[in-house]
């Protein structure tokens, strides 16, 4: 009898399939890129937290849905989850601009626009024609930014919200768009004391949702946003929104 052996290249290879194969089977289903919202979503220490990071954590339980998440720039998130598949952004104000960008899950929450100034100057804003006057920082690509470029305003961008609020400082500009909570929350995360900022006028709201791309299986879009509606359904959302700010109300 004849025995032939097995060349080990092949059978080494065959191997490294195996393990590829066995890895890509735990890989996550959803990759999710998390903005800088606060308190609903932010990177604190390196892990994403707030609100719209327990809701969104909340639909992916219900889901059977296992994802990873990422602190990205905000500019490179958008463009990241608008065009490759089975990646989500998070939490993205709902812009005529945006709508065929993205599948819309939500709305998860909805907040309030408002012109930030330092305390010390002193300024008074009665209107948007009276902003139009001062220069404007705010993050490239953001809600507020996308809004009030509309309406013909000049931004002066920034990358992050934490150099917003450096240049705000500085005196490099003189209002810093946020939502009413944001603002002091990321002076606060700076060790900037937050009454240093003050809003001085309230100009848009908008409802903020789960973004995903429209290369993201219909499947795993049906599930996400199943769950929502369920967890709208059994008053789990109002739950999540009793754990942070009284102020702050869920977008039914």
């Not at 609903?40 to 889901?63: C, I, Q, T, Y």
């Not at 463009?79 to 601009?97: D, I, M, S």
């Not at 001062?134 to 809600?143: N, V, Y």
């Not at 900037?192 to 908008?206: D, G």
Request: proline share 7%.
């Amino acid at each position: 009898m004849t025995f032939c052996r097995l060349p080990r290249w092949p059978l080494r290879s065959l191997l490294l399939a195996s393990l590829i194969i066995s890895t890509s089977s735990h890989a996550s289903e959803l990759t999710l890129l998390v903005g800088d919202n606060p308190p609903f979503n932010s990177f604190v220490h390196g892990k994403p937290e707030g609100m719209a990071v327990d809701v969104v954590g909340e639909m992916l339980k219900r889901s059977a849905l296992s994802a990873k998440q990422y602190n990205y720039p905000w500019a490179r998130a958008l463009q990241t989850a608008a065009t490759t598949p089975n990646h989500c952004v998070y939490t993205l104000g709902r812009l005529a601009e945006r709508e065929k960008r993205y599948v819309w899950i939500g709305p998860i929450a909805r907040i309030q626009g408002v012109f930030f100034g330092l305390r010390e100057r002193q300024l008074q804003l009665k209107s948007l024609d009276d902003a139009r006057k001062l220069r404007i920082g705010d993050l490239r690509q953001g809600a507020n930014a996308v809004w009030l470029e509309q309406l013909g305003f000049k931004i002066d961008y920034a990358n992050t919200e934490e150099q917003n609020i450096k240049k705000l400082l500085a005196g490099h500009i003189d209002l810093y768009p946020a939502s009413l909570h944001a603002g002091p929350e990321i002076a606060r995360r700076m060790q900037i004391p937050p009454q240093s900022i003050v809003p001085l006028l309230a100009f848009n709201q908008l409802d903020l949702y789960l973004g995903c791309s429209p290369n993201t299986p219909s499947p795993l879009i049906k599930r996400l946003t199943q769950a929502l509606a369920q967890m709208r359904s059994d008053q789990s959302l109002k739950q999540i929104e009793a754990r942070y700010s009284p102020q702050l109300q869920i977008a039914r």
